[in-house]
């Protein structure tokens, strides 16, 4: 039995993808918003215990990773010429600040960017989730 279906009626699903997206940065359940999707820095939990979630359909691979790196790389860059281009600062502190700045942004926003991929494809239906939110926004119009 689908837990999901068990808990459709007591659960304030998202309205839109980015309100589900949003939960998921936020490391909270992509559907209910209440419980925390991860039980340790980027381990998803298996069932959400608000609503019953089965969680572990999810397949995030490596996009977080390459969002967090693409993310981090567009905010590195002014700093990094910033840096550079100080007449003051010697190169061996500039680049440790860059080195620093770039571990501290990639690792910060891995488990955002999971949230995020996790949330994604619970509301487009991938990987097995069942795409709940069409039933619900389809009996509301």
Same mark, same amino acid.
């Given at each position: 039995?689908?837990?999901?279906?068990?808990?459709?009626?007591?659960?304030?699903?998202?309205?839109?993808?980015?309100? &589900?997206?949003?939960?998921?940065?936020?490391?909270?359940?992509?559907?209910?918003?209440? @419980?925390?999707?991860?039980?340790?820095?980027?381990?998803?939990?298996? &069932?959400?215990?608000?609503?019953g979630q089965d969680w572990t359909p999810q397949c995030a691979d490596d996009f977080p990773a390459y969002i967090s790196i693409l993310v981090s790389g567009h905010l590195m860059a002014p700093v990094i010429v910033g840096l =550079?281009? @100080?007449?003051?600062?010697?190169?061996?502190?500039?680049?440790?600040?860059?080195? @620093?700045?770039?571990? =501290?942004?990639?690792?910060?926003?891995?488990?955002?960017?999971?949230? &995020? =991929?996790? @949330?994604?494809?619970?509301?487009?239906?991938?990987?097995?989730?069942?795409?709940?939110?069409?039933?619900?926004? =389809?009996?509301?119009?």
């Amino acid at each position: 039995m689908n837990h999901a279906s068990a808990f459709a009626r007591a659960v304030d699903l998202p309205q839109t993808m980015p309100a &589900a997206l949003l939960r998921g940065v936020k490391g909270k359940c992509p559907r209910c918003g209440e @419980a925390k999707l991860f039980r340790a820095y980027l381990k998803p939990i298996d &069932a959400c215990p608000a609503c019953g979630q089965d969680w572990t359909p999810q397949c995030a691979d490596d996009f977080p990773a390459y969002i967090s790196i693409l993310v981090s790389g567009h905010l590195m860059a002014p700093v990094i010429v910033g840096l =550079v281009l @100080a007449p003051a600062l010697p190169a061996w502190l500039a680049g440790a600040i860059i080195v @620093a700045f770039a571990l =501290v942004l990639t690792v910060g926003l891995l488990q955002p960017a999971k949230g &995020a =991929v996790i @949330a994604g494809q619970w509301w487009l239906g991938m990987h097995g989730f069942k795409p709940d939110r069409l039933k619900t926004s =389809v009996s509301q119009t």
